[in-house]
Every structure is written in C-alpha cells, then in structure tokens.
C-alpha cells in the first residue's frame, strides 16, 4: 500500500512542488491553525514533509523485510501514521495502519513485551463457554 501511494503521489503537482503538506493544512477538513502558522513561518518544513512523506512509503517496501532495516522502517511508518492521527484527526485510520505494520514486529520483541506483560499483570485466562461460534472458531 505504501508503495503504490508514493508512486501515485508522485504523480501529483502538489507532491512534485513540495506543497502538499501545506494543502493538507490549509483545506478546511485538516485544518490547523498551529501547522499552517508553523509551516508559513518555516517555509522549508513543507517541502521536507512532503518528500518525507513519500521517501517513507516509498522506501518502506525495501526496507521492511531486511531484518537489519526494518526497526527503522517500522519506525518511520509508525511516525507516519503518527502525525495523520494527531495532526489530521485520523484516528482510526492511523491506528489500523499501525497495527498493520506490527506484523513485522519481530517474535522475541513480541516475546518481551509479553513476559513484561505477564510480570506487571498477571497471567491472563481464556474463558470458553463452548457455546459461542465466534469462541469456538478462536479455540479451534
């Protein structure tokens, strides 16, 4: 999916001029008075997101299934779908991309979190009724 966006972005005036983060601000579904005063004063942050942005998802494709790059992969993805939440109100959105992408966590980070789980929490229990289809299919 990032990849395709990113190409398709490219494709984009607004994208190709370094302005679309700018647009995104001030159309009136995004905007925020905050970003448009920062980026108006900082004229050089708009290019930078823009072709960050797709420098991203662009790379992501690449970088993601190499273990060595993909916590930084991972990383810059998550800050992606960061700023969409927080700055553009895509709360929802944001979060099921971010899940998304926590199926390349690796499994010993998985792991660790886990046991921390378990230390801070408890164990957790399963309880199965037998009754429930949605049940059954979970424990099968």
């Known amino acids: 999916l990032f990849y395709v966006?990113?190409?398709?972005?490219m494709g984009g005036e607004d994208?190709?001029?370094?302005?679309?983060?700018?647009?995104v601000f001030y159309h009136v579904d995004y905007s925020n008075d905050l970003m448009l005063s920062l980026f108006a004063s900082n004229y050089w942050l708009s290019p930078l997101a823009t072709y960050g942005t797709i420098a991203i998802e662009l790379t992501y494709v690449f970088l993601v299934w190499?273990?060595?790059?993909?916590?930084?992969?991972?990383?810059?993805?998550?800050?992606?779908?960061?700023?969409?939440?927080?700055?553009?109100?895509?709360y929802y959105f944001s979060f099921v991309m971010a899940m998304g992408h926590?199926?390349?966590l690796r499994r010993e980070?998985?792991?660790r979190v886990g046991a921390w789980w378990v230390r801070?929490?408890?164990p957790m229990e399963m309880i199965y009724d037998g009754q429930c289809g949605f049940c059954k299919r979970a424990m099968a």
């Open 15 to 23: 994208w190709r001029s370094g302005e679309a983060v700018w647009r």
């Open 102 to 104: 926590m199926s390349f």
């Open 66 to 90: 190499p273990r060595r790059t993909r916590p930084y992969a991972l990383a810059g993805a998550l800050f992606l779908h960061a700023q969409f939440a927080f700055l553009m109100r895509l």
């Open 109 to 111: 980070w998985t792991d």
């Open 120 to 122: 801070k929490v408890g």
């Open 5 to 9: 966006s990113a190409t398709d972005k």
